[in-house]
Each structure stands twice: as C-alpha cells, then as structure tokens.
DNA sequence: CTGTATTCATTCGCTTGTGAAGCAAATTAC
DNA sequence: GTAATTTGCTTCACAAGCGAATGAATACAG
C-alpha cells in the first residue's frame, strides 16, 4: 500500500474549512432568495422525496440528531412550511408533512440549490463532481460500519 | 452547456449531511485519542505550517470568524496549548504561538487525522481522493470571486 | 499636524447544534 | 399477564459559532 501522501492527511482539516465557509455563504444565499436557512433547505430537500416521514427518519435523512430535528421540524412549523401528523398506528411516531406552503418554498430552495451548487463546482469536471458525490455519500457510511473495529 | 443532472443539484445537501456526520465522528475520535475537538485540531494543524501568524489570518486558515477565533484561542490557551504574543511594530496586532504541549499535542493530531483520514477515503482511488481535495480547496475561492456578480 | 477612515481583536446577544436524561408507547421475555 | 427493555420524541443545560457593535492602534488625506 502507498505511503499517504501529506496532503491527503489533511483531508478532514480541509473538509472542515470548506464546509464553515460555505454553509455561511449558502445561509446568505438561500435567505436572501427563499428567506430560510441552510438545515431548513434540507428539510425541504428531504421531504420532496420522502414526504410524511418520521422525525427520527428525517433527523438520519439530513444527518442531525432527534433533538435537533425536534427544534428544527417546531420552527417550521411556526413558519406553517410542515405539519406533524400523528403516525398511525404507532402511538409514539409522528409522521412530517409538508403543507403546500412547504411544497412551494422547496421548488424555490431547489432553483437556489441549482445555481448555488453550479457556482461550487465551477472548474471541476464532470468526473471530478461525481467522485465528490461518491465521497460525500461513501464517507458516512464507511464511518458507521468501522465504528467496531477501530 | 449540459443540463445538470438531478443529482449534482443536491450536492450541498449531501456536502452539509455528510459534514455534520463526519465531525461528530472526528470530534469523538479526537476527543478519545488526544483529548481536544476539530476546531482545535484545525488551529494545531494551521499553526505547524504558520506559527505565530496573526488571529484574524488563524481564522482565515481554518474558515472562522473573528470572534470564534477569539473564544477558540482562549480556551487553548487556557489549556495550555498555544500562547499570545504581542505583535510586534504593530501594537493592535496579536501573534499566536504552539507552546511546547501544543507542538506535542501536534503531533499526536497528525496521528489522529492520518488515521481517521484513512478511514474516510476508503472506497476512492487516489484520483478520486484528488478530485475531492481539489473540490475541497477551489469552491470556497470560487464562492468568494463571484459574490459580486451575483 | 489634525481629523477621518481602516484594521485587528474583543465583547455582546442570539441561534442552532450536542449529549444526557426523561416520558410515554410498544415490544419482548418469562 | 406482568416486568423489563426498546423505541420515538421531547426537554434540559450547555458549547461554539455567527453578525453587529465596540475599543484600541495605525494609516492616510488635506
């Protein structure tokens, strides 16, 4: 195996700046256009594709934890962009809904998203951009799975 | 131009999924093997190529503002790690330096990362570690040329 | 020179996230 | 059928970062 190169060491040092950075910039952005902030766009992003969800589903979906997602799925509610639903037959299970409020706020946050995330990957090629998609959904999972043998 | 793909539309979402994960992850690493957290595990990293440089340069380096610099400089130097110094002509300025614990514990964060590092990159080839890298570098400098034209 | 603007760092008030603990509903074990 | 455990969500106390405002020191314009 190949002796790891010095900058590859630094891998999480420069993910870290990155995402500080960004976040900040993608806050600024999506407030200025659709007047939320970055862990609400991915609410939205979330519940496009899986609408009516549990919140502990959700809070794994956007990878926050449940306190997080409780304070988060309350301060939209307050906005009136989700609804809690009771889940059913589960009696602890609350299912998230969007409200058509919800619906439109998220094909904004999408049209955001597009331009942002075009900004973001400017002189990467098409290959570059897929393996930073195949990291970034990798790299969590790898993470979960090596947590026993450390 | 190609239409983006649906995908690449969604890759801040994955990129601040995939952070939050990640840093409660390398945080808890950390904090077991050396005792500290990333943000102060970025200043380390940052200081072993740039000791003594400025506050504001510090905060720079590793993508936070002022006054988190500030906060995050006073509970190391609380703890032993680095320590200010007057910045010479310059009477406002102030330089930050590792002390003799904080080059150890330097070290031991070098450890750290290459280990944890390791872990993240498995699945990719060196190219694809390259692409991510080179992402991880260029979009904060691309965000910060093209805020004006918006 | 002197007044204005700029720069570096800090303080302040606030937001959002975290882990730990708690509660109620559901499941499992015996 | 009851006790013990697990699950889903919430509450709590606290940590750390942010923007705005502030305080000092320097630089610049006239």
Redesign the interface.
């Known amino acids: 195996m190949?002796i790891?190169r010095p900058?590859?060491?630094?891998?999480?040092?420069?993910?870290?700046?990155?995402?500080?950075?960004?976040?900040k910039?993608?806050d600024q952005f999506l407030s200025d256009n659709s007047g939320i902030g970055?862990?609400q766009?991915?609410v939205l992003?979330?519940l496009g594709f899986h609408d009516g969800c549990g919140l502990s589903e959700l809070g794994e979906?956007?990878?926050?934890n449940n306190p997080a997602v409780t304070g988060l799925i309350n301060r939209m509610e307050q906005a009136g962009l989700v609804k809690r639903v009771h889940g059913g037959l589960d009696g602890r299970r609350k299912r998230v809904q969007l409200t058509d409020e919800g619906w439109s706020k998220r094909e904004q946050v999408?049209e955001d998203?597009?331009i942002?995330?075009?900004?973001?990957?400017?002189?990467?090629t098409?290959?570059?951009?897929d393996?930073?998609?195949?990291?970034?959904?990798?790299?969590?999972e790898?993470?979960s799975k090596?947590l026993s043998k450390k």
């Open positions: 190949a790891a900058i590859d060491r630094r891998l999480f040092f420069w993910f870290d700046r990155a995402h500080t950075i960004l976040a910039e993608a970055s862990s766009a991915s992003t979330y979906g956007i990878g926050r999408r998203y597009r942002f995330n075009e900004r973001l990957t400017r002189g990467l098409q290959t570059e951009t393996a930073v998609l195949k990291f970034l959904t990798l790299a969590p790898n993470l090596n």
